[in-house]
Nanobody, 119 residues
Framework: QVQLVESGGGSVQAGGSLRLSCAAS????????MGWFRQAPGKEREWVAN???????TYTGSVKGRFIISQDNAKNTLYLQMNSLKPEDTAMYYC?????????????WGQGTQVTVSS
């Protein structure tokens, strides 16, 4: 069972930056992808970004050009650098990891870290 722990959330003014981290317990396989999701109050959880084992990244349109996803395989850690933050980025942010080595699916989830952006 892989365990994920997010950190780095907080409160920031619009235009500011935050860097989220997601530390994964040691796993013995090479997951196909890792990703970030977010859920704002009263809304469904939405996908934000993912990165695969080949370091290929994809982003949802609203964060493209502002957020950067990266991974440090030696540390089993996933990051999300968030720049030019907007009030609409306010949400609980979750990291997730695939249990598969060949497809991008998300079976393991962290508990989340809160990001609040004030105008």
């Amino acid at each position: 069972q892989v365990q994920l722990v997010e950190s780095g959330g907080g409160s920031v003014q619009a235009g500011g930056s935050l860097r989220l981290s997601c530390a994964a317990s040691a796993y013995t396989y090479s997951p196909y992808c890792m990703g970030w999701f977010r859920q704002a109050p009263g809304k469904e959880r939405e996908w934000v970004a993912n990165i695969n084992k080949y370091d290929s990244t994809t982003y949802t349109g609203s964060v493209k050009g502002r957020f950067i996803i990266s991974q440090d395989n030696a540390k089993n850690t996933l990051y999300l650098q968030m720049n030019s933050l907007k009030p609409e980025d306010t949400a609980m942010y979750y990291c997730a990891i695939s249990s598969s080595t060949v497809i991008c699916s998300y079976e393991y989830w962290g508990q989340g870290t809160q990001v609040t952006v004030s105008s």
